[in-house]
């Protein structure tokens, strides 16, 4: 079959080729789905410069189901799905745990489904970790990507005051129609205090941030996004907000399987109570190109390949 495949070269940027694989060979709690779609994550672009060995890109996928998982759990041949592989979903082909997969009812395309895995399993679960939000003020770094708008429509929806920091006006626009309180473009101009933080971008933001919260208020640490490590002061908590909580996120660290979560943001969808932004569909022989996008932030919303 046919997948793309790291190269290894990053002169003058990581690349990938479309090449010749083999078809994936079948854990028993593993179904075959033939990729219909799939949508690229700016964590991806950052694998791409050091790829591991044996990896091949794709963590976000849709299609049909063309063999069924061995063990009997899971979807049956010829059902749409919707799934979150480890790896190599960029392919005409991949290998999906069922337990990383949920059934699409006729009403959900594949490339808006496509957007959904990574960015809405993260949105969904930062939601959790923040527990009871309605009448809680919640500031958000790094809204602009799929996350933010995620997270800001689902949190408002449950009753939350969310201001977003966001460096687009467009985005923020959005933003605010998805329910956004309030729409910075710097953490500096964020109103404080904060009952919870979630801060993905690292470097000067997350202690910025942090300095927003309420006392004993909690940030959630999910990314990293500038690339440039977080210092923290300890005076500047001792008499600034007391006793915060720093709270690292991974979405993976959840006893809920993807494919329970997965579920939830389908239904989310069919009821538009959840709205993916993607900002570029087109054919997956221009991921290349979709990923330079990527690194240069060309792209506002999320990018989806369709395969065939």
Do not use: C
Not at 36 to 65: C, H, I, M, Q
């Amino acid at each position: 079959m046919k997948a793309m495949v790291a190269t290894g070269s990053t002169a003058p940027a990581p690349s990938i080729e479309l090449a010749d694989v083999e078809e994936p060979r079948l854990r028993p709690d593993e179904t075959l789905v033939k990729v219909e779609a799939y949508s690229v994550n700016r964590g991806e672009t950052f694998l791409l410069e050091k790829p591991p060995a044996d990896w091949r890109p794709g963590k976000d996928v849709a299609g049909l189901v063309v063999q069924a998982a061995a063990d009997g759990s899971g979807p049956a041949v010829g059902r749409r799905v919707v799934g979150h592989p480890p790896q190599g979903g960029w392919a005409e082909y991949a290998a999906v745990p069922t337990h990383a997969l949920a059934e699409l009812p006729d009403g959900i395309d594949s490339v808006t489904a496509a957007a959904l895995p990574l960015a809405g399993l993260t949105a969904l679960r930062l939601l959790r970790v923040a527990g009871a939000v309605t009448g809680r003020r919640i500031l958000m770094t790094g809204a602009s990507g799929g996350v933010g708008h995620y997270f800001v429509e689902l949190a408002a929806a449950a009753g939350a005051a969310v201001t977003a920091v966001t460096g687009s006006a467009e985005r923020g626009a959005r933003l605010r129609e998805l329910g956004a309180t309030e729409i910075v473009h710097d953490v500096a101009a964020a109103a404080g205090p904060f009952d919870i933080v979630l801060e993905s971008t690292g470097g000067e933001n997350l202690s910025a941030a942090a300095m927003k919260l309420r006392p004993r208020g909690t940030l959630v640490w999910f990314g990293q996004a500038g690339r440039t490590p977080a210092v923290l002061n300890f005076f500047d908590f001792l008499y600034g907000p007391s006793s915060t909580v720093i709270r690292h996120f991974s979405y993976v660290d959840f006893d809920e399987p993807f494919s329970a979560d997965l579920g939830v943001l389908v239904g989310l969808v069919e009821a538009e109570r959840l709205h993916p932004e993607i900002g570029l569909v087109t054919d997956w022989t221009e991921t290349a190109d979709v990923l330079e996008r990527l690194r240069g932030r060309g792209i506002r919303g999320n990018a989806v390949l369709t395969v065939g």
